[in-house]
């Protein structure tokens, strides 16, 4: 849900939501074309903001009562506890659309679970240091986590949690 209010604020709201609603509008059309009356197309073609297009389209086309049934659902934060294999959760502290107190934390994913946070890394892009070493930081730490025997959780030094 976090995430969700996240890009409607600020200049998340100003570059972000009109380039996905372009992009989704859309689809949103097409599925319209094909299934006549499935949502309120007048009303999805004059959402502002991703609270309102999900609110209209997402939500009820996929079976979800509104927009906070929506993010609260759809969300993996709440199946972490079962997670029984080795999984590794990674998560910038500094990701514009996914605020940091939003991300979870120890308590919040079962003991298979690895968080690994670093402080940078935007929504994507884990660069470190120079050129091309800095593209390397991320896939080679993912490939060392891979790699390591019985899924013991061995973070990179900028972990914060877990």
């Not at 073609?45 to 309102?52: G, P």
């Amino acid at each position: 849900m976090q995430s969700g209010l996240a890009i409607g604020r600020g200049l998340n709201r100003h570059i972000y939501t009109p380039m996905f609603l372009r992009s989704m509008k859309p689809k949103a059309v097409a599925k319209w074309a094909q299934h006549p009356g499935l949502f309120d197309k007048d009303a999805m073609l004059a959402a502002k903001d991703l609270y309102s297009f999900d609110n209209v389209f997402t939500a009820p086309v996929h079976g979800f009562k509104n927009t906070e049934d929506y993010w609260k659902r759809a969300s993996a934060k709440a199946m972490m506890q079962d997670i029984r294999v080795p999984a590794l959760a990674l998560n910038a502290l500094n990701d514009p659309f996914v605020p940091a107190n939003s991300l979870p934390g120890p308590d919040d994913v079962s003991s298979s679970v690895c968080l690994w946070q670093p402080a940078q890394g935007g929504h994507v892009g884990f660069a470190q240091g120079r050129w091309p070493a800095h593209v390397r930081a991320m896939p080679d730490a993912v490939g060392a986590w891979l790699l390591q025997a019985a899924g013991l959780c061995v973070k990179p030094e900028e972990s914060r949690r877990g």
